[in-house]
C-alpha cells in the first residue's frame, strides 16, 4: 500500500471501528499521539485509547479532509463529528453532538505507520463538551 492508501485506509478503520485491521496497518511499535492529546505506545497502547475514544463517542467520524505525503511522511487534515455519549476528560456523558478539527503528521515504515502526531483542536471541543 502507498503512503496516501494506508492513510485513508486507517481513517477507514476508526470510521468501520474494524480495529482487527491494526496489525496490517500499524507497525507493531506504533508511537502514537492523539487528538485528546493521549499518548499510546504499542499496539495493545492504541487498542486501548481506540477504545476509550469509541466509549465516549461510539458514532465518531473522521472526514478526511486532505492529504499531503511526500517519501516516508504524510499529513492530514481531518473533522472529527460524533455524540458525546460517555465520559471522558472530566465530562460525564451529554448526548451533544461535537464538531472539532485535526491535523495528522505520520511517519511509515516497512509499509507500515510507525508513528502518528496528532494536533486535535481541544480548546473547541473543552468549549462543546462544557456547555
Not at 481513517?11 to 502514537?32: A, G
Not at 499531503?68 to 448526548?95: D, Q
Request: glycine share 8%.
Amino acid at each position: 500500500m502507498e503512503n496516501k492508501e494506508l492513510v485513508r485506509a486507517y481513517y477507514q478503520m476508526w470510521n468501520d471501528q474494524d480495529f482487527t485491521k491494526v496489525d496490517k496497518l500499524l507497525d507493531p511499535d506504533i508511537r502514537f499521539r492523539g487528538s485528546l492529546d493521549i499518548t499510546a505506545n504499542g499496539i495493545e497502547g492504541f487498542k486501548d485509547y481506540s477504545q476509550m475514544l469509541v466509549k465516549a463517542f461510539p458514532n465518531m467520524y473522521h472526514a478526511l479532509e486532505m492529504i499531503v505525503s511526500e517519501g516516508n511522511m504524510a499529513a492530514a487534515y481531518v473533522t472529527y463529528t460524533g455524540t458525546h455519549e460517555g465520559p471522558i476528560f472530566n465530562y460525564a456523558p451529554t448526548g451533544k453532538r461535537i464538531c472539532y478539527s485535526g491535523a495528522s503528521f505520520f511517519h511509515f515504515k516497512n509499509g507500515k505507520i510507525s508513528s502518528i502526531n496528532i494536533l486535535g483542536d481541544l480548546n473547541s471541543l473543552h468549549k462543546q463538551l462544557s456547555q
